[in-house]
C-alpha cells in the first residue's frame, strides 16, 4: 500500500473481509483525514462491492462530514441513518459539485431501499465507513473496530514507506547538488592551483627576458658603433665591436632558451594529462614548485619575503609518478607553508625569520619528500581534520578547504603512498611524503 491507487484497492478488500465476519453491511469505505489541509479523502465502495475512487471533501463540505471529523476529534463512533430521500440528496450533491460524474456511478444496483444506518469508527488516521439496512449491534462493531486497528497498522506503514521514498528522493537530489558542487570546488581549487602557477611561472621567466631585452639594447648600441668605425676605416676596431656582438647574440640564445625551457616544463606538469606514471626527477621537480610557490604568493604580496632551503639528495633515483599531480601537491603544501611564515611574520617580533625548506631522501622502500616552516605551526585540535575536504583556517573566501585533501588522495590513493604532519605550535609544521619506488 504504497500510492493513492493501493487505497483504492482496499475498499474491495474491506468488502471481503466484512463478508467474511459475517457483518451486515450494503457499503463500506474509508475516510482518511487530513487534519493539516482540511481535507477528507473518502474511498467508496458501490452495493456491488466495486470501488468509485477516491474523493477529496472539505471538512466543511457538508454537516456529515463536519459530525464525523468532530467525533473522530473525540476518538468516538459516530452514527447516522438517511432515507432513501436524504441519500439521494447527498449523492446528488456529490455530482452537481463534481466529485462524481453521475448518481448511477454512486448508487449501483441499490435502487431500493428504506433506511441506511451508517456506522463510523475511528481509528488514528481516519474513520472506517459500514452502511447497513439495520443498525449494527455492539458484536459487529466490536468487529468493525478491530478491522480499522488492523488497517491503522497497515496504513501507518504505508505512511512510512510514503516518508522513506521522499527522503530517499531529497537525498538523492541532495547528493547530485553535492556531486555538482565538489565539482565546482575541485575546479575552483585547480585553478586557484593554476593562479599560482601562473604567477611563478611569470617571474621564473621574467629573468631571461630582462637579460634578452637588455642584451638586445646593447646589442643596438654596438651595431650603431660599428657602423661608424666601418664608416671611419676602423676596420680593426669595427672587428673588435663584431666580437663583442656576436658574444651578446650568444647570450641572448641562451636567455631564450632558458625562457622557452620554464615555459615548457611547467605546461608538462600543469597540462590534463591522461593519468600516466613516468620516471621523474622529484629533485627537480620539487627546486621548480619551491620558487613557483615562493613567487606565486610574492606576485600577491610585494611586502613578503622568506629563505629557502634544499636539501636534496643526489643519488635520489628516478621515481615513476604522474609528474603534474605530485607537482600540485608540492605547490599546494609549499604555498602553506609560504603563507604560514607570511603570517607569523605579521605577527612576530622583528628577529624573525620565515623560512621554509624542501629536502629529499632515500626511505625503506621508497623515497621521502619534506617540506617544512617555521610558521605558527597547527593547532592539535585540529590536526586530524587538515586532510578532510572542505576545512580550512583561512577566511572566508580565501581557500577551498580542498588543497590537502586532494593532495592527501593524489599521494595516497593515486600514488599509493603516504602523508603525514608533524607540528609544534609556535615553532612550525612538516609534511611528510613517501613515494614507493
Given at each position: 500500500m504504497h500510492t493513492a491507487d493501493d487505497l483504492n484497492q482496499i475498499t474491495p478488500m474491506l468488502w471481503n473481509v466484512l463478508t467474511h465476519l459475517n457483518?451486515?453491511?450494503?457499503?463500506?469505505?474509508?475516510?482518511i483525514i487530513d487534519q493539516e489541509v482540511q481535507i477528507v479523502n473518502a474511498y467508496l465502495s458501490t452495493p456491488n462491492s466495486e470501488t468509485i475512487g477516491m474523493l477529496?471533501?472539505?471538512f466543511d463540505e457538508s454537516e456529515i462530514i463536519r459530525d464525523m471529523v468532530s467525533h473522530w476529534r473525540d476518538e468516538k463512533i459516530f452514527r447516522e441513518q438517511w432515507d432513501r430521500q436524504e441519500f439521494e440528496q447527498w449523492v446528488k450533491s456529490l455530482v452537481d459539485k463534481g466529485y462524481i460524474q453521475g448518481m448511477s456511478e454512486f448508487m449501483g444496483k441499490d435502487t431500493y431501499f428504506d433506511m441506511l444506518h451508517l456506522q463510523f469508527v475511528p481509528f488514528a488516521q481516519g474513520m472506517l465507513y459500514v452502511g447497513s439496512r439495520e443498525s449494527m449491534s455492539f458484536q459487529d462493531i466490536e468487529l468493525a473496530q478491530s478491522l480499522a486497528e488492523?488497517?491503522?497498522?497497515?496504513?501507518?506503514?504505508?505512511?512510512?514507506?510514503?516518508?522513506l521514498d521522499e527522503a530517499k528522493q531529497k537525498l538523492e537530489k541532495a547528493f547530485g547538488e553535492l556531486k555538482a558542487t565538489q565539482k565546482q570546488l575541485i575546479h575552483s581549487e585547480k585553478m586557484a592551483s593554476l593562479g599560482e602557477l601562473t604567477a611563478g611561472i611569470a617571474h621564473e621567466i621574467q629573468n631571461p627576458l630582462n637579460f634578452v631585452n637588455n642584451f638586445s639594447e646593447v646589442s643596438n648600441e654596438l651595431l650603431a658603433e660599428m657602423r661608424e668605425e666601418f664608416e671611419k676605416g676602423n676596420v680593426d676596431e669595427a672587428k673588435a665591436i663584431l666580437e663583442d656582438l656576436m658574444q651578446n647574440l650568444k647570450k641572448i640564445a641562451h636567455h631564450g632558451k632558458r625562457a622557452d625551457g620554464i615555459v615548457k616544463g611547467m605546461l608538462q606538469h600543469s597540462r590534463n594529462n591522461d593519468g600516466k606514471k613516468e620516471p621523474t626527477d622529484l629533485n627537480k621537480l620539487a627546486d621548480e614548485y619551491l620558487r613557483l610557490a615562493y613567487h606565486g604568493l610574492r606576485a600577491k604580496d610585494k611586502s613578503f619575503n622568506a629563505s629557502m632551503e634544499t636539501d636534496f639528495?643526489?643519488?635520489?633515483?628516478?621515481?615513476?609518478?604522474?609528474?603534474?599531480?605530485?607537482?600540485?601537491?608540492?605547490?599546494?603544501?609549499?604555498?602553506?607553508?609560504?603563507?604560514?611564515?607570511?603570517?607569523?611574520?605579521?605577527?612576530?617580533?622583528?628577529?624573525?625569520?620565515?623560512?621554509?625548506?624542501?629536502?629529499t631522501r632515500r626511505a625503506k622502500g621508497g623515497v621521502e619528500i619534506r617540506v617544512t616552516d617555521n610558521g605558527a605551526g597547527i593547532p592539535e585540535n585540529i590536526r586530524d581534520k587538515i586532510f578532510q575536504p572542505f576545512f580550512t583556517t583561512r577566511p572566508t573566501g580565501e581557500g577551498t578547504g580542498l588543497g590537502l585533501s586532494m593532495s592527501y588522495d593524489i599521494v595516497?590513493?593515486?600514488?599509493?603512498?603516504?602523508?603525514?604532519?608533524?607540528?609544534?605550535?609556535?615553532?612550525?609544521?612538516?609534511?611528510i611524503i613517501i613515494l614507493s619506488i
Open positions: 457483518v451486515p453491511f450494503v457499503r463500506c469505505g474509508l475516510f477529496s471533501l472539505p488492523s488497517f491503522s497498522v497497515a496504513y501507518a506503514r504505508h505512511l512510512d514507506f510514503k516518508q639528495d643526489p643519488d635520489l633515483p628516478e621515481v615513476s609518478v604522474i609528474p603534474q599531480d605530485i607537482g600540485r601537491v608540492l605547490l599546494n603544501l609549499l604555498t602553506n607553508a609560504f603563507h604560514a611564515v607570511n603570517e607569523k611574520q605579521k605577527e612576530a617580533p622583528g628577529h624573525y625569520e620565515p623560512m621554509v625548506t624542501v629536502s595516497t590513493k593515486g600514488h599509493g603512498g603516504s602523508i603525514r604532519v608533524h607540528s609544534k605550535p609556535g615553532e612550525g609544521s612538516e609534511f
